[in-house]
């Protein structure tokens, strides 16, 4: 394996990455190209354009990894079940026949587990795990990837062996815009407000449930006991704390990895210290190491 591509492509953009065979970048490439904004029967021609700035050779690797291996996306990739590693998700990719430019062109598979009796499951969360991993040289630990639907993955052995999603971004967004806590909130969120999120985290961890803990937001401000410029951050903290109340993360005692935009990140970093945790952070790019994993394990096979 020489030159190859890696595409991180989710639901709002597309970011792709030309690398080479020791997963050192050469190059890369982002646009608001998520499935949500290719048409049906236009990935063919979004990959192309894509790719075409590095003059690929016929049969160049390339592989995909989010949305676009969903129901919606270019082609559905089905889940692989947990306990899964590289070399489980290498040997489930979804190739793409006639791939434009005669590429060989593959879709990772999303990952799915069973808790409680219940599905659950990741599509691209699996390779930033993997790749966040691989970046800390570690083969065990817990890995949180915060955003509109939040995982917690549990890995073992180089494995994600277990994991459970919150909805914790949506649900901030449905209270923040579309509920009564609205009206005493500015138009925007504004700044962080660390006191103030932090406020809510505590609050959260006291309150045993948002369904209580969320009033909060309203009659803090009609006593004038909250800033309405702070009100969004203390409403955040109130949503991320009650994911992390629900974690039980007084009883764990793990520093968690936390895998995500610098934004997210510094939330979680402060929810944790609440919990007297640490959360950890990975160097580099966690998708394209995850790829590169994935890749060498596909190789390894052939």
Same mark, same amino acid.
């Given at each position: 394996?020489?030159?190859?591509? %890696?595409?991180?492509?989710?639901?709002?953009?597309?970011?792709?990455?030309?690398?080479?065979?020791?997963?050192?970048?050469?190059?890369?490439?982002?646009? +608001?190209?998520?499935?949500?904004?290719?048409? $049906?029967?236009?990935?063919?021609?979004?990959? $192309?354009?894509?790719?075409?700035?590095?003059?690929? +050779? #016929?049969?160049?690797?390339?592989?995909?990894?989010?949305?676009?291996?969903?129901?919606?996306?270019?082609?559905?990739? @089905?889940?692989? &079940?947990?306990?899964?590693?590289?070399?489980?998700?290498? %040997?489930? /990719?979804?190739?793409?026949?006639?791939?434009?430019?005669?590429?060989?062109?593959?879709?990772?598979?999303?990952?799915?587990?069973?808790?409680?009796?219940? &599905?659950?499951?990741?599509?691209?969360?699996?390779?930033?795990?993997?790749?966040?991993?691989?970046?800390?040289? #570690?083969?065990?630990?817990?890995?949180?990837? &915060?955003?509109?639907?939040?995982?917690?993955?549990?890995? !073992?052995?180089?494995? /994600? $062996?277990?994991?459970?999603?919150?909805?914790?971004?949506?649900?901030?967004?449905?209270?923040? #815009?579309?509920?009564?806590? %609205?009206?005493?909130?500015?138009?925007?969120?504004? @700044?962080?407000?660390?006191?103030?999120?932090?406020?809510?985290?505590?609050?959260?961890? !006291?309150?045993?449930?948002?369904?209580?803990?969320?009033?909060?937001?309203?009659?803090?401000?009609?006593?004038?006991?909250?800033?309405?410029?702070?009100?969004?951050?203390?409403?955040?903290?109130?949503?991320?704390?009650? *994911?992390?109340? $629900?974690?039980?993360?007084?009883?764990?005692?793990?520093?968690?990895?936390?895998?995500?935009?610098?934004?997210?990140? #510094?939330?979680?970093?402060?929810?944790?210290?609440?919990?007297?945790?640490? %959360?950890?952070? @990975? +160097?580099? *790019?966690?998708?394209?190491?995850?790829?590169?994993?994935?890749?060498?394990?596909?190789?390894?096979?052939?």
């Amino acid at each position: 394996m020489s030159r190859w591509v %890696a595409l991180d492509w989710g639901t709002s953009s597309l970011r792709a990455a030309l690398l080479d065979a020791d997963g050192t970048v050469l190059d890369h490439h982002e646009a +608001p190209q998520g499935i949500l904004h290719v048409s $049906a029967g236009g990935y063919p021609k979004v990959f $192309a354009s894509t790719v075409e700035r590095w003059s690929l +050779p #016929r049969g160049t690797l390339c592989l995909a990894s989010g949305m676009v291996g969903s129901r919606q996306g270019w082609r559905e990739a @089905p889940y692989a &079940p947990c306990p899964a590693g590289p070399s489980d998700l290498a %040997a489930r /990719l979804a190739w793409i026949d006639d791939a434009p430019g005669g590429l060989r062109v593959g879709i990772v598979p999303g990952v799915s587990t069973d808790t409680g009796g219940l &599905p659950d499951v990741l599509r691209g969360e699996e390779v930033q795990v993997l790749g966040a991993l691989a970046l800390l040289g #570690r083969e065990d630990g817990t890995f949180v990837l &915060p955003g509109t639907h939040s995982k917690w993955v549990d890995v !073992r052995g180089g494995r /994600l $062996a277990a994991f459970s999603t919150f909805m914790t971004g949506e649900v901030y967004g449905l209270l923040r #815009r579309h509920s009564i806590l %609205a009206r005493t909130m500015p138009e925007d969120d504004g @700044p962080l407000d660390e006191a103030a999120f932090l406020q809510g985290v505590q609050h959260a961890r !006291r309150a045993q449930g948002l369904l209580h803990g969320a009033f909060s937001a309203r009659t803090l401000a009609l006593f004038d006991w909250l800033a309405a410029d702070a009100a969004p951050s203390y409403l955040s903290g109130l949503v991320i704390g009650e *994911e992390l109340r $629900a974690c039980d993360l007084a009883n764990t005692g793990l520093d968690p990895v936390v895998v995500g935009n610098p934004a997210l990140t #510094r939330r979680y970093q402060l929810g944790l210290s609440a919990y007297g945790l640490h %959360a950890v952070v @990975p +160097p580099g *790019e966690p998708a394209w190491s995850g790829l590169h994993h994935i890749a060498r394990a596909l190789e390894s096979t052939q």
